[in-house]
């Protein structure tokens, strides 16, 4: 097929990228692919958003963004002008040079990589792919998915990658809720499956974020996007296993953290939690662990900080229940206050939360659970945080009020949001188990907090409260 743009050659798409001239498809728009749009919008170019959840579409077409980090103002307006517009119809990227592919990439039940999604995607294309177009795939996924799946798909349509069309990956690095490092200031990677489709991504990000950084190959690219992550996932679980470690020993994590911090080279600092969450630390090292059997390698390391992290929820509700069992009340039928059930604070991001299997395990041990999460007023818990569990039904949030703080057997803190006013949470609750340091601040001098990483005997209260970004998603 020939693109009715016109756009046959490279020269003839770099310079429509030059000049603002190509025209984008986004498929997916979610929280990777609405804040690409809005970018790719706001540099200039027609973007055309593809998404098939109708109601997605809707919120668009009013100017109201769905997404924490995208204000309404700035799709309103983008709306408005004419530069952006959604559909469900893939019709769509027949009218378009460049696709960027931003579908979900998650993990079935049995921690098995799900590339459905974009796989569909890439068959959607492949009907209506023209001569001269660039198809870059961002969804996080193994290395060898470029071009092993999506590539032979696209070139069902009679083209060659590199030959009649451009092909190539470039992962994203999104961080919710991070008010210092966003997509307009966070260098971009790109792996083409020739040079020249690597130049011509780079073209197109450089347009957008300034600097690209180019990689050999779509692989190196995929697998530089697994390694971020699970560099992060690694240090968690070694930071957790310290935590429950210094619990053991009658000593204070957080103190030990802090104190590390303090040396300027060599240390990296991150903090242990009740879990990890979001789209990417989950789930990261699972695709890379399933790729790595295919090459008769085991990736031991990377499993076992997999499993440490996964482990963390079961420690937290064995916090719990120690904790009540010191004031003499059993798990069954005591009431459990969470506090914070997003996967970090301040966003409205639920996904593979660890708070989804702690309510779980909380209420198969027969505990009474509610909320309070101001970011989440519905929320499901489940064994993963990411599938919907039928026995399980949907919780709303409930007013966090001093009444209810003093009613509830237990506060358990999961996500401190800074709108948590943890000197009230401690002065009104009768027992508090933090889970993730939030009331690290707190002058405690007495034992109605249970702290992850703290011995009970152990000093509660830092000289100051670290703060330090360890399970963030991205």
């Known amino acids: 097929m020939v693109n009715p743009n016109g756009s046959r050659s490279s020269s003839d798409l770099a310079n429509r990228i030059k000049n603002r001239r ?52 700035d799709v309103a307006s983008l709306v408005q002008s004419g530069v952006f517009s959604s559909s469900d119809d893939m019709a769509t990227l027949s009218r378009v040079h460049i696709v960027v592919i931003c579908v979900p990439s998650p993990v079935t039940h049995n921690k098995a990589p799900d590339i459905s999604y974009i796989t569909t995607a890439a068959e959607q294309i492949s009907t209506r792919l023209a001569s001269g177009q660039l198809v870059i795939l961002q969804s996080t996924t193994y290395p060898g998915t470029t071009e092993e799946d999506v590539r032979p798909i696209l070139e069902a349509s009679g083209l060659k990658a590199g030959t009649d069309f451009h092909l190539a990956f470039s992962p994203e690095r999104i961080n919710p809720g991070d008010r210092v490092y966003s997509i307009f200031n966070t260098p971009k990677v790109v792996g083409g499956v020739t040079p020249e489709c690597s130049e011509l991504a780079r073209q197109l990000f450089s347009a957008i974020y300034g600097k690209v950084h180019v990689v050999s190959s779509p692989r190196a690219a995929e697998m530089t996007k697994l390694l971020e992550n699970i560099f992060r996932s690694v240090n968690i679980a070694l930071v957790n296993e310290l935590a429950m470690l210094c619990e053991r020993m009658g000593m204070n994590v957080w103190e030990v953290i802090e104190a590390a911090s303090t040396k300027p080279f060599g240390y990296m600092a991150f903090s242990p939690g009740p879990g990890v969450g979001g789209h990417c630390i989950p789930v990261d090292p699972f695709f890379l662990l399933a790729k790595a059997r295919e090459f008769d390698f085991h990736t031991k390391f990377i499993q076992l900080a997999a499993e440490i992290n996964e482990s963390m929820p079961q420690h937290t509700v064995g916090k719990v229940a120690d904790a009540l069992n010191s004031r003499g009340k059993p798990l069954r039928d005591s009431t459990v206050l969470v506090l914070g059930v997003s996967y970090k604070a301040d966003v409205e991001d639920p996904r593979n939360s660890p708070a989804a299997r702690i309510m779980r395990l909380l209420i198969d041990a027969g505990a009474q659970v509610i909320y309070n999460d101001p970011y989440v007023p519905v929320f499901r818990p489940s064994n993963d945080g990411s599938h919907p569990d039928p026995n399980c039904p949907n919780l709303q949030s409930v007013d966090l009020t001093d009444k209810l703080l003093d009613s509830a057997d237990c506060v358990l803190i999961v996500t401190a949001h800074s709108c948590y006013d943890m000197e009230r949470i401690v002065g009104q609750a009768s027992l508090v188990v933090d889970a993730c340091n939030g009331t690290g601040g707190v002058d405690v001098t007495n034992s109605k907090v249970f702290r992850l990483g703290v011995g009970h005997c152990a000093a509660t209260t830092l000289s100051s409260p670290i703060s330090v970004p360890a399970r963030v998603g991205g």
């Open 22 to 73: 190509a025209r984008v498809a986004i498929v997916g728009l979610g929280y990777v692919g609405l804040p690409l749009a809005v970018a790719v919008a706001k540099a200039g170019f027609r973007v055309f958003g593809v998404d098939m959840d109708s109601q997605k579409v809707d919120s668009l077409a009013r100017g109201v963004s769905y997404i924490g980090d995208v204000p309404s103002a």
